[in-house]
Protein backbone atom coordinates (compact mmCIF):
# COMPACT_ATOMS: atom_id res chain seq x y z
CA UNK A 1 0.00 0.00 0.00
CA UNK A 2 1.29 3.33 -1.21
CA UNK A 3 2.25 6.06 1.50
CA UNK A 4 2.94 9.85 1.69
CA UNK A 5 3.26 11.45 4.53
CA UNK A 6 3.50 15.28 4.90
CA UNK A 7 5.23 17.21 7.27
CA UNK A 8 7.16 20.37 7.66
CA UNK A 9 4.25 23.12 7.88
CA UNK A 10 4.06 25.75 10.55
CA UNK A 11 3.50 29.34 11.29
CA UNK A 12 5.92 31.53 9.74
CA UNK A 13 5.72 35.90 9.29
CA UNK A 14 5.58 36.99 6.04
CA UNK A 15 8.78 37.14 4.19
CA UNK A 16 9.86 33.82 6.33
CA UNK A 17 11.16 30.36 4.85
CA UNK A 18 9.82 26.60 5.44
CA UNK A 19 10.63 23.52 4.03
CA UNK A 20 7.92 20.68 3.68
CA UNK A 21 8.76 17.13 3.37
CA UNK A 22 6.97 14.16 1.82
CA UNK A 23 8.06 10.48 2.83
CA UNK A 24 6.44 8.10 0.16
CA UNK A 25 6.58 4.34 0.67
CA UNK A 26 5.10 1.46 -0.80
CA UNK A 27 6.38 1.49 -4.09
CA UNK A 28 9.44 2.56 -6.23
CA UNK A 29 9.59 6.00 -5.19
CA UNK A 30 11.88 7.02 -8.07
CA UNK A 31 9.73 5.77 -10.50
CA UNK A 32 7.38 8.52 -10.37
CA UNK A 33 7.04 12.01 -10.69
CA UNK A 34 5.65 13.78 -7.66
CA UNK A 35 4.18 17.47 -7.06
CA UNK A 36 2.65 19.53 -4.49
CA UNK A 37 -0.65 20.87 -4.33
CA UNK A 38 -2.15 23.59 -1.83
CA UNK A 39 -5.58 24.39 -0.40
CA UNK A 40 -6.92 27.35 0.55
CA UNK A 41 -10.08 27.85 3.04
CA UNK A 42 -12.99 28.01 0.16
CA UNK A 43 -10.84 27.81 -2.44
CA UNK A 44 -9.95 25.15 -5.25
CA UNK A 45 -7.18 22.89 -4.87
CA UNK A 46 -4.30 24.26 -7.16
CA UNK A 47 -1.10 22.98 -8.76
CA UNK A 48 2.27 24.39 -6.77
CA UNK A 49 5.34 22.37 -8.20
CA UNK A 50 6.34 19.65 -9.75
CA UNK A 51 8.94 17.28 -10.45
CA UNK A 52 9.81 14.27 -12.55
CA UNK A 53 11.21 10.84 -11.50
CA UNK A 54 14.37 11.78 -11.98
CA UNK A 55 14.75 14.87 -10.38
CA UNK A 56 16.26 16.67 -13.93
CA UNK A 57 13.05 18.89 -14.39
CA UNK A 58 10.90 20.80 -12.58
CA UNK A 59 7.89 23.07 -13.16
CA UNK A 60 6.39 25.89 -10.92
CA UNK A 61 2.66 27.80 -10.99
CA UNK A 62 3.58 31.36 -11.96
CA UNK A 63 2.50 32.35 -8.07
CA UNK A 64 5.46 30.70 -6.81
CA UNK A 65 7.94 30.87 -9.11
CA UNK A 66 11.08 32.13 -7.97
CA UNK A 67 10.47 31.64 -4.10
CA UNK A 68 10.16 27.93 -3.69
CA UNK A 69 11.55 25.12 -4.90
CA UNK A 70 11.10 21.13 -5.83
CA UNK A 71 13.87 18.56 -5.25
CA UNK A 72 13.48 15.29 -4.48
CA UNK A 73 16.10 12.40 -2.45
CA UNK A 74 15.52 8.86 -4.40
CA UNK A 75 17.47 7.44 -2.13
CA UNK A 76 15.37 8.47 0.99
CA UNK A 77 12.24 8.02 -0.87
CA UNK A 78 11.52 11.79 -0.02
CA UNK A 79 10.18 14.82 -2.11
CA UNK A 80 10.77 18.73 -0.37
CA UNK A 81 9.46 21.68 -1.27
CA UNK A 82 11.58 24.71 -0.05
CA UNK A 83 9.47 27.58 0.11
CA UNK A 84 10.70 31.34 0.55
CA UNK A 85 10.19 34.85 1.05
CA UNK A 86 6.68 33.44 1.58
CA UNK A 87 3.43 35.72 1.54
CA UNK A 88 0.43 35.58 3.33
CA UNK A 89 -1.67 34.56 0.25
CA UNK A 90 0.46 31.33 0.36
CA UNK A 91 -1.54 30.45 3.52
CA UNK A 92 -2.92 26.90 2.93
CA UNK A 93 -2.67 23.23 3.63
CA UNK A 94 -0.30 21.81 1.03
CA UNK A 95 -0.16 18.24 -0.27
CA UNK A 96 2.28 15.95 -1.96
CA UNK A 97 0.88 13.65 -4.86
CA UNK A 98 2.83 11.09 -6.46
CA UNK A 99 1.57 10.72 -10.53
CA UNK A 100 -0.53 7.73 -11.88
CA UNK A 101 1.93 6.57 -14.32
CA UNK A 102 5.64 5.89 -13.95
CA UNK A 103 8.46 7.27 -16.09
CA UNK A 104 6.48 10.11 -18.01
CA UNK A 105 8.42 12.63 -19.72
CA UNK A 106 5.67 15.72 -19.66
CA UNK A 107 4.92 17.04 -16.15
CA UNK A 108 1.70 17.24 -14.68
CA UNK A 109 -0.16 20.15 -13.09
CA UNK A 110 -3.62 18.46 -12.66
CA UNK A 111 -4.75 16.86 -9.68
CA UNK A 112 -6.24 14.18 -11.48
CA UNK A 113 -3.47 12.88 -12.66
CA UNK A 114 -2.27 12.07 -9.23
CA UNK A 115 -3.32 8.77 -7.52
CA UNK A 116 -1.68 9.28 -4.44
CA UNK A 117 -2.00 12.00 -1.78
CA UNK A 118 -0.50 13.14 1.72
CA UNK A 119 -2.21 13.84 4.39
CA UNK A 120 -1.55 17.32 4.04
CA UNK A 121 0.44 19.85 6.51
CA UNK A 122 -0.77 23.38 7.15
CA UNK A 123 1.08 26.19 5.87
CA UNK A 124 0.19 29.70 7.86
CA UNK A 125 1.86 32.69 7.21
CA UNK A 126 1.32 35.80 8.83
CA UNK A 127 1.17 39.74 7.70
Known amino acids: QVQLVDSGGGLVRAGGSLRLSCAAS????????MSWFRQAPGKEREFVAA????????YYADSVKGRFTISRDNAKSTVYLQMNSLKPEDTAVYYCASEKSPFTVELRRHAYEYDYWGQGTQVTVSS
Open 51 to 58: INWRGRST
Open 26 to 33: GRTFGNYA
